[in-house]
């Protein structure tokens, strides 16, 4: 059978890993919070930047809309040299697997724009997991052990492309992988949970503008190529950074 790394690689050999990145410049708390820059760059090029560093996708693909507000965002994928599909602005359900679809995917590694500051080692951590099989969806976020802003999920487009076909529910075609994870006795669920599960109260998603504010002075802070371990020491150094969005209150998805 050979060692878990080698059936990774094989595994790997056969399958196309895509990284697709829902993002729109319409969102209600901070409309294009996405191309808000940090370090001189937007924050989703910064994202794709730290994609590029994860060993086991074979490519990075924006799936965003089809609305003109998100021109920028296809012309930021071109720049970049990256995929784009574009699709319906509230069943991101069907983006994203049109997105897989279109980007010849057999694996999908869900990421949202959100997340700019997401931990190219973590990425390759859950992919593979996945990758060593007998789950159809792997993921971080089935246990809260990761700050939010760190959200993962693997999964085959087949899967997805089922789920399309299984539910019309508002909330599941606006949360892709929702339908998966609440479905334990349809799909093999396999959770990710980190090391340092006290790292689950810390907010790095952009959502607002104070949560712009703590993500670009963590980009300022730790220029480089720096992980999660590193995020956690400067708040160990700083402990006062929480106080910029520790007032946010989450949606949730239902």
Sequence with gaps: ???PLARRAMIQ?????VATIEARMTS?????????????????????????????LDAIVIATTRDASSDPLEELAKRLGIGCFRGSEDDVLARVLGAAQAYEADVIVELTGDCPLIDPALVDDVIER????????????LEKSYPLGFAVQVFPTKVLAE?????????DREHVSLYI???????????????????????????????????????????????LPE????????PELKAINQHIEQRKAR
């Design 181 to 227: 994870y609440e479905h334990p006795e349809r799909y093999r669920l396999r959770s990710v949970v980190s090391d340092h599960p006290e790292s689950a109260a810390l907010r790095l998603t952009v959502d607002t503008a104070d949560d712009y504010e703590l993500v670009k002075t963590v980009f300022e802070e730790l220029p480089g190529d720096f992980g």
């Design 163 to 171: 789920v399309a076909e299984a539910t019309d529910d508002p909330a």
């Design 1 to 3: 059978m050979g060692t």
């Design 231 to 238: 995020i956690l020491d400067l708040f160990a150094r700083k």
């Design 130 to 141: 996945y990758l060593e099989g007998g789950s159809d969806y792997t993921a971080n976020v």
């Design 13 to 17: 050999r056969m399958e196309r890993v």
């Design 28 to 56: 209600s708390r901070l409309p294009g919070k996405v191309l808000l820059p940090a370090l001189g760059k937007p924050l989703l090029e910064l994202m794709v930047e730290r994609l590029r560093r994860c060993e086991h």
